[in-house]
Nanobody
Framework: VQLQASGGGSVQAGGSLRLSCAAS????????MGWYRQVPGKQRELVAT???????NYADSVKGRFTISRDNTKRTVSIQMNNLNPEDTAVYYC????????????????WGQGTLVTVSS
């Protein structure tokens, strides 16, 4: 199983970026998916998560600015980030909880390689 993230880059404050992450490999199903971010010297923090079916969850700091979505057929999760500010600068990681086989008793968690988002003032 691999998660491949794309879409990072540099943008000025107030700008927008869209990150995408695609899961590949052989597995039964993807349950929760999400995005996290990390700044050097700090712990990785949740940005947004989205269940297979249901309502997304957002960190307070991104509510109203970021929108997470997923395509279960394409095995992708994306996040649209609007009105970016310098505090959003970080390496962003996608995450997926994957049921490897139909008979697996629990999910296995996988991370993408990280993509850098830089927001300048």
């Amino acid at each position: 199983v691999q998660l491949q993230a794309s879409g990072g880059g540099s943008v000025q404050a107030g700008g927008s970026l869209r990150l995408s992450c695609a899961a590949s490999g052989s597995f039964y199903a993807i349950n929760g998916m999400g995005w996290y971010r990390q700044v050097p010297g700090k712990q990785r923090e949740l940005v947004a998560t989205i269940p297979r079916l249901g309502v997304p969850n957002y960190a307070d700091s991104v509510k109203g600015r970021f929108t997470i979505s997923r395509d279960n057929t394409k095995r992708t999760v994306s996040i649209q980030m609007n009105n970016l500010n310098p505090e959003d600068t970080a390496v962003y990681y996608c995450n997926a909880a994957i049921r490897i086989t139909r008979w697996s008793v629990s999910d296995s968690y996988y991370w993408g390689q990280g993509t850098l988002v830089t927001v300048s003032s």
